[in-house]
């Protein structure tokens, strides 16, 4: 069983930075797809960032230009780079992982989650 933990979050004021990471106890490479979802209280989880297997990105119109994903493999770690955060971006926010087994099964991991709070 795949664990993910993710780490990073905290107390950051309006137009600072976070990294967050997120650890596998598995190979990364083993993923077809990561990424990072959020959830602020009373609202839906939502996607913010994934990344593919062989590198493409997407992002969520609201972060983009300022969220960066990333990983590395020999870490077996996902990042997300948080610049120029908002007060709207407040949310507990979730790594993800998704494997499509070869007999066509889709096996889809998360993390615990780790808060992330903007506000001065």
């Known amino acids: 069983q795949v664990q993910l933990v993710e780490s990073g979050g905290g107390l950051v004021q309006p137009g600072g930075s976070l990294r967050l990471s997120c650890a596998s106890s598995g190979s990364i490479l083993s993923f077809n797809t990561m990424g990072w979802y959020r959830q602020a209280p009373g609202k839906e989880r939502e996607l913010v960032a994934a990344?593919?297997?062989?590198?493409?990105?997407n992002y969520a119109d609201s972060v983009k230009g300022r969220f960066t994903i990333s990983s590395d493999n020999a870490k077996n770690t996902l990042y997300l780079q948080m610049n120029s955060l908002k007060p709207e971006y407040t949310a507990v926010y979730y790594c993800?992982?998704?494997?499509?087994?070869?007999?066509?099964?889709?096996?889809?991991?998360w993390g615990q989650g780790t808060q992330v709070t903007v506000s001065s």
């Open positions: 993800n992982a998704h494997l499509l087994h070869r007999d066509g099964t889709l096996y889809k991991y």
């Open positions: 990344i593919t297997g062989d590198g493409n990105t």
